[in-house]
């Protein structure tokens, strides 16, 4: 066999070591840059740096619920940190097949459900509260999704933050609170209910579909005179027919991960 001689390969190694030395010092661009970009919507995030979630980011997760780990059919009034308003067995609301965006249930709030989820510790920094809704095309009635930033059962403190009103008589999607603002209501399709939080700012988005349905203060807007906290869900049918719920999550905001490319 042909021995190589080992000043020949010695000066190969330095050579490939000083190539590969040269493409990392050169500047990076947009094309020598690979980011994990967010699915583009119509509007701009009044609150500045707060990315968009999507499957794609890398994020911690604080909190989520898709349901799945119940069975179908059955009262969520004690399990999973739900209950019902005030403690209420009797505002329960159960897990359904129905119709769910992760298999194989979603939460079926209709009637007199009137179903909470508390949260502790998140008092400061930014938040995505998400929730995905399916409302079917024969929906009829009033039905509400609320976020509180102060809650106890006995009612002794209660501050509303968000209360969006989704109504079959004027199909439309409604902020409550000062700011207003109305969109059109979308039926027989999954959709993203998206509020980013800045507790540290005192600012809060409502997104409907990706499209924003108002910005406003997160404890000035419904009943005025909150706390920079975030305390609770309220998923609240006021005698409505079905509205779906589905893979709820209370999040940090995702960061973009760019990752350095190497092209010959």
Not at 24 to 31: I, Q
Not at 132 to 140: E, G, K, L, N, S
């Amino acid at each position: 066999m042909k021995k190589v001689p080992l000043l020949y390969v010695t000066a190969r190694v330095i050579l490939t070591f000083m190539i590969l030395i040269f493409s990392l010092s050169l500047p990076l661009n947009t094309e020598s840059v690979l980011a994990f970009s967010t699915t583009p919507t119509s509007e701009v995030s009044p609150i500045e740096n707060l990315a968009r979630p999507t499957d794609n980011l890398i994020q911690a997760i604080g909190w989520a619920d898709n349901f799945d780990s119940y069975a179908t059919d059955v009262s969520l009034h004690g399990l999973g940190g739900w209950k019902g308003w005030q403690n209420s067995p009797a505002a329960t609301a159960y897990t359904s097949g129905t119709q769910a965006l992760s298999t194989p249930n979603s939460v079926d709030i209709s009637s007199a459900a009137d179903l909470v989820h508390e949260y502790s510790g998140y008092i400061a920094g930014e938040w995505v509260y998400t929730a995905w809704q399916y409302i079917p095309t024969d929906f009829a009635g009033e039905s509400y999704f609320i976020l509180l930033n102060q809650y106890d059962d006995a009612g002794n403190t209660l501050n509303w933050s968000v209360q969006v009103n989704f109504s079959s008589s004027t199909n439309q999607v409604e902020n409550t609170g000062a700011s207003g603002g109305t969109l059109p209501l979308i039926k027989g399709t999954w959709v993203e209910l998206r509020t980013e939080i800045d507790l540290t700012n005192d600012l809060c988005a409502f997104y409907y579909g990706g499209q924003l349905l108002y910005q406003a203060t997160w404890t000035g807007e419904v009943s005025g005179g909150g706390i920079n906290n975030i305390a609770a869900l309220d998923l609240f049918a006021n005698g409505a027919s079905s509205i779906y719920y589905d893979n709820i999550s209370l999040t940090p905001p995702p960061k973009l991960l760019y990752l350095p490319l190497i092209t010959r």
